[in-house]
């Protein structure tokens, strides 16, 4: 291990936010679970692949620790909330989760900020961007949501909207990055 380039807060900050990071994992991975069991095949095969998203930040933070000298602390999650109780409950869920964790995600930052640790500070912009992107892809699909639970016409709204997220995008777009 060469020397330490973080300091012991920003250190203990980023072993806090990759614990969250393997947290938000658990709680898709849970979710997906619950909607692959109650036949929302679609909305499984989207949550299981923001599972792996998660953990791939969790490691990107872990790596982040130990290359700038400090020492990743591994530590037990908590487990997921209950089970929603519809596919709506699920994805307002999952927001609210996003949200709380760009919340994390700026006490980094700012910490950084504050530090003058122009590394981290950049390491930190490409998660900001990252839950820029997720929140807007969570509030599309809620959109999605609930016109399709709201209108519903012999009941295939829901079953086209499953069929439509197998396919649908593990990407948001963020609006400065649109081009006309």
């Known amino acids: 291990m060469g020397k330490k380039r973080i300091s012991d807060k920003m250190e203990k900050l980023l072993n806090t936010q990759m614990t969250n990071e393997a947290?938000?994992?658990?709680?898709?991975?849970?979710?997906?679970?619950?909607?692959?069991?109650?036949?929302?095949?679609?909305?499984?095969?989207?949550?299981?692949?923001?599972?792996?998203?998660e953990r791939d930040h969790m490691f990107k933070i872990l790596k982040y620790i130990n290359d700038r000298g400090g020492e990743t602390i591994i530590e037990a999650i908590k487990a997921p909330p209950a089970n929603p109780r519809n596919v709506g409950e699920c994805l307002e869920s999952i927001l609210k989760h996003e949200i709380d964790n760009s919340a994390e995600i700026?006490?980094?930052?700012?910490?950084?900020?504050?530090?003058?640790?122009?590394?981290?500070?950049?390491?930190?912009?490409?998660?900001?961007?990252?839950?820029?992107?997720?929140?807007?892809?969570?509030?599309?699909?809620?959109?999605?949501?609930?016109?399709?639970?709201?209108?519903?016409?012999?009941?295939?709204?829901?079953?086209?909207?499953?069929?439509?997220?197998?396919?649908?995008?593990q990407e948001g777009e963020i609006p400065r990055e649109e081009t006309f």
């Open 23 to 53: 947290y938000q994992s658990q709680v898709y991975l849970s979710y997906a679970s619950w909607a692959e069991v109650n036949s929302f095949s679609g909305v499984a095969s989207f949550l299981y692949g923001h599972m792996r998203e």
């Open 106 to 169: 700026d006490k980094i930052v700012n910490l950084a900020h504050e530090e003058k640790d122009w590394a981290t500070f950049n390491f930190g912009q490409w998660f900001v961007k990252e839950q820029i992107e997720e929140e807007t892809l969570i509030n599309d699909l809620i959109d999605k949501y609930t016109l399709a639970s709201t209108r519903v016409e012999g009941n295939t709204s829901l079953y086209e909207m499953d069929r439509d997220i197998t396919t649908h995008s």
